[in-house]
């Protein structure tokens, strides 16, 4: 078992352009999370899918961000128009019940 | 307004030495506290939990101290090691409720 993969582990975009952050979560886990974690904020709840549905996204910036789940084996974090204060880690967690699992997180660094 | 408060928000202690994290909390629903450790470069990983139905739990060297009254809890490491240095998240969920809530966190640096 892998664990949850995050890709890219690293990602450096010039203001407005865009990123995408990729997420597999742990086989068989129904849950996925996207948390944005800074110095300044700690981890703050992004946006979170059970059995591939969008249940919650109340955490995620109402323009320029969206997140999608096409199928039960990945998830992806999309920024239009990046902002330098969109620079943080990206972490991706799946779970079953209330323990998550992380992965090392994607670091986004915005130009 | 945060809803998850730690305490102190970086902590030295030595080797073999008791750290103490504090944590509060302002929603008296939530009944499901995790702790979890985060070492550079990797994402938090699950330490210990506990329910608000108890008030102390224990996993080797490390304790939870929960006051419901209070809403505080406390996270206590004995015999501190090196490689307990790391930053610790208390998190917080009420029954039904949908995404943990992390505090800022603490990070404990262990002196040899």
């Known amino acids: 078992n892998a664990g949850v993969i995050q890709t890219p582990r690293h990602k450096v975009t010039g203001k407005g352009q865009e990123a995408t952050l990729w997420c597999e979560p742990i086989?068989?886990?129904?849950?996925v999370f996207w948390y944005r974690q800074t110095i300044v904020q700690g981890l703050e709840f992004l946006t979170y899918f059970r059995n591939q549905a969008p249940i919650d996204d109340s955490g995620m910036p109402k323009e320029r961000f969206s997140a999608q789940m096409p199928n039960q084996s990945h998830s992806t974090l999309k920024i239009q128009s990046t902002q330098p204060q969109d620079s943080a880690v990206y972490l991706c967690?799946?779970?079953?019940?209330?323990?998550?699992?992380f992965g090392h997180g994607t670091k986004l660094s915005v130009l | 307004q945060q809803q998850v408060r730690q305490s102190p928000q970086s902590l030295t202690v030595w080797e073999g030495e008791t750290a103490i994290l504090n944590c509060s909390y302002e929603d008296s629903t939530f009944n499901y506290f995790p702790w979890y450790q985060q070492f550079p470069g990797e994402g938090p990983a699950l330490l210990i939990s506990?329910?608000?139905?108890?008030d102390k739990k224990e996993d080797g060297r490390f304790t939870i101290f929960f006051n419901k009254r209070e809403k505080k809890l406390s996270l206590h490491i004995t015999d501190s090691q090196p490689g307990d240095s790391a930053t610790y998240f208390c998190?917080?969920?009420?029954?039904?409720?949908?995404?943990?809530?992390f505090g800022t966190g603490t990070t404990v640096s262990v002196s040899p």
């Open positions: 506990i329910s608000s139905v108890s």
């Open positions: 086989s068989g886990h129904s849950a």
């Open positions: 967690a799946s779970s079953l019940n209330e323990r998550l699992f």
């Open positions: 998190a917080a969920i009420y029954q039904g409720g949908r995404a943990l809530i």
